[in-house]
């Protein structure tokens, strides 16, 4: 009796399996972009042994990459919409791009021990091709949430988790980083006295490869689970021409961009957080103190939030948490420095600002790309989502660009003697600097109006019959 061999039916994930896989591909992701931003600046001054002069032009080449980068990220959406594959469009991209910025996220902290101007050529080398990877990764995976879920109440709470678990993986990164590279620094016990002697750059070297071989590793959960929604996939191969003049026609779109780059001084505690504390407290230690209390602030937020907008708009809570943040960045720098207690304390409340902020923010362009596919029939999750990149980069880069300007306006470098008035300055880059940033980035806000039949989208409840 002859037997016919059934052909297997390729099953799609459910949408709660894709949910899971998309933060465990975010809360991966957020490891290295953490390790990164937090500890760059710690590992060029305290173990690469730059300057002030060289953090001079490291802040400069951090700064000029991440605009340089922002700018290709709408290129990138673009090259995704046009993109058609079996997988999709979102998905190869995912893919392929793990394995580059495993590498080059490891070779940012393996500065070679020579002479300054040729440790700046290769930071900045490095750097440049390392923005250009991440573009590579974090565009797709946040197109890949908006086309994955078109519920707009399932989206919101996969873009929450997300945020959520980002800040988790910020917070293991922020306390775990330090000892680990300690550990992986071989030093022999009893050799060095104090915890900064117990490490060296070649541990770092080793810490951030590892973390960024097993971040990538997670990211790709992402490819292996998620899918993207069939009519994005079956749809008709876009223009350059009509991608990008749907995006700038897109008003509540441009709205979010312009509020979120004014808003970039909630950045610079991110940026600057652990040079400060060396600077105010002399004890590098204490940031996990600091870390600890601004992570649990983004946890509890970005868990929260999706509760508040089934209660009030998008819009209006963007507005309120942004002029929140700027009270409190302006009470903190009233209160001091002195008690590091009272300090966590204004850092945990601006924390809670933050992480409203992450989740609103990615919501409101999700509205908007829905909003603007009611109007016009166009889906442009691709290029609409890099706009969400390309904020954050550009924000990150201010931020950057601002705190190292600080430091070098206070004239702190590896071995200088700290003053009170250099502990003054740098405070005033982490307090009164993202004030200002919080109170200009609302105005914008306040004109995001979605034209398009999608009320409850922009997060607040339908009304009542």
């Known amino acids: ?51 002030t002069a060289g953090i001079a032009v490291v802040t400069t080449i951090i700064s000029a990459a991440k605009i340089l980068d922002a700018i290709s990220d709408p290129v990138m959406g673009s090259i995704i919409d046009m993109t058609r594959t079996r997988w999709g469009k979102m998905r190869p991209f995912i893919l392929f791009s793990a394995a580059p910025v495993a590498v080059l996220t490891g070779l940012l902290f393996t500065v070679p021990a020579t002479d300054e101007p040729t440790q700046l050529v290769y930071f900045g ?69 104090t915890p900064a002697e117990q490490t060296t750059a070649a541990g770092w070297s080793r810490a951030v490869f590892a973390i960024a071989i097993v971040g990538m590793g997670l990211y790709l ?23 990008f003049g749907e995006l700038f026609r897109n008003t509540p779109l441009l709205m979010v961009l312009i509020g979120s ?38 946890v509890l937020a970005s868990f929260l939030t999706p509760m508040l907008l089934r209660r009030m708009s998008a819009r209006r809570l963007m507005v309120a948490s942004s002029v929140a943040g700027a009270v409190f960045y302006v009470a903190m720098y009233l209160v001091g420095f002195q008690s590091i207690v009272a300090l966590a304390v204004f850092i945990f409340f601006t924390g809670l600002t933050l992480g409203v902020f992450g989740v609103v923010q990615a919501t409101m362009i999700a509205d908007a790309v829905d909003d603007a596919e009611a109007r016009t029939g166009v889906r442009n999750d691709g290029i609409s989502f890099a706009s969400l990149t390309f904020v954050s980069k550009i924000m990150n880069a201010l931020a950057v660009l601002a705190f190292g300007f600080f430091v070098v306006l206070a004239g702190y470098q590896d071995g200088a003697v700290v003053t009170p008035a250099m502990q003054n300055t740098i405070f005033v880059s982490i307090t009164l600097v993202p004030a200002v940033s919080c109170l200009a980035s609302a105005v914008p806000f306040l004109f995001y109006r979605l034209r398009g039949a999608a009320p409850a989208a922009a997060g607040a409840l339908p009304p009542r019959a």
């Open 1 to 51: 009796m002859s037997t016919q061999t059934v052909p297997s039916v390729p099953t799609t994930p459910t949408a709660r399996t894709q949910g899971i896989a998309i933060v465990v591909a975010g809360f991966g992701q957020n490891a290295i972009l953490t390790t990164v931003t937090t500890f760059l600046l710690v590992y060029l001054l305290q173990y690469a042994h730059i300057t």
């Open 125 to 193: 080398i490095v750097y440049v091709l390392w923005g250009f990877a991440y573009t590579v990764c974090d565009v797709p995976l946040w197109g890949l949430i908006g086309s994955a879920f078109s519920d707009p109440v399932a989206r919101n709470r996969v873009i929450s988790r997300v945020r959520a678990f980002g800040a988790i993986s910020l917070g293991l990164a922020t306390l775990g980083m330090p000892w680990l590279a300690q550990a992986l620094s071989f030093v022999p016990v009893g050799s060095a006295s």
């Open 221 to 243: 959960f992402a490819f292996v689970f998620g899918r993207e929604r069939p009519a994005a996939v079956a749809a008709p191969r876009l223009r350059f021409r009509q991608l």
């Open 261 to 298: 780059v004014l808003g970039f001084g909630r950045f610079v505690v991110q940026a600057g957080g652990a040079v400060f504390v060396v600077i105010a407290y002399g004890n590098a230690g204490l940031f996990t103190f600091i870390g600890a209390a601004i992570i649990l602030g983004l």
